[in-house]
């Protein structure tokens, strides 16, 4: 960890070690790369083994979810559910049955938004209460905070007042400290560590409702 506190250079040796294993932040791109490595390596994996339909995955990319519905099995009950998605260039629909919808697509899901209205699709299945997809709003110690995210060069340096620098790595957990110590002047840059050592650093930077 590396700060600048009133115009001087402090190093601090934090530790990033959880239980013998180190921790890194891993950029959506990254993260993206990683689960495609991992099926493609399972797709490999279960053609060898003779393995046709059952635990396949599929990736599908450029593509947002429209809406949710329940959709009638090859037995005449409803215990799948049909997504239908659109292409996100071409505006192309396309519809998937499945068993199993998991609505991790944000606070604007449009899962959400399907459970939520709860159109006449839904009689099928009796019982279920649009209500329990409601946002509810709840008032935090960082309700009305700001965050700004930037993006700064790998390895870059920080300057000291005596015209040196120190040159940043990617596995370095840094905080960026102005002068100013006041609520609504003050102001803080921190980045997480990353392994790759070469990529651009995220840096977030948060305020109070009221700061000038």
């Known amino acids: 960890s ?14 990033a070690v959880d239980d013998g294993d180190a921790s890194f932040w891993i950029p959506r791109h990254e993260m993206v790369s990683l689960m495609k490595e991992v099926i493609e390596k399972r797709e490999v994996h279960q053609k060898n083994a003779g393995i046709e ?13 429209i809406s949710v519905v329940p959709a009638a099995a090859e037995d005449s009950e409803y215990e799948q559910v049909c997504v239908t998605i659109r292409d996100s260039k071409t505006g192309k629909e396309e519809q998937h049955l499945t068993r199993l919808v998991v609505g991790a697509d944000g606070i604007n899901s449009n899962v959400r938004r399907s459970l939520q209205a709860m159109n006449e699709d839904y ?5 279920t209460k649009h209500n ?6 709840y008032i935090t110690p960082a309700t009305g905070l700001r965050l700004k995210a930037l993006q700064l060069p ?7 007042n005596d015209g040196t620098s120190i040159e940043t790595f990617g596995e370095d957990i840094i905080s960026i400290r102005s002068k100013n110590k006041g609520q609504k002047n003050s102001i803080v840059f921190g980045l997480l560590p990353m392994k790759d050592n070469d990529s651009v650093r995220p840096c977030n930077v948060i305020q109070r409702p009221n700061h000038d």
């Open 2 to 15: 590396r700060t600048i506190k009133e115009g001087e250079m402090e190093k601090d040796a934090l530790s």
């Open 53 to 65: 339909k059952e635990g396949r995955i599929e990736l599908i990319e450029g593509k947002e979810c």
């Open 123 to 127: 009689e099928v299945w009796p019982g």
């Open 132 to 137: 329990k997809f409601n946002l509810k709003k």
């Open 154 to 160: 790998p390895k870059f340096h920080i300057p000291n």
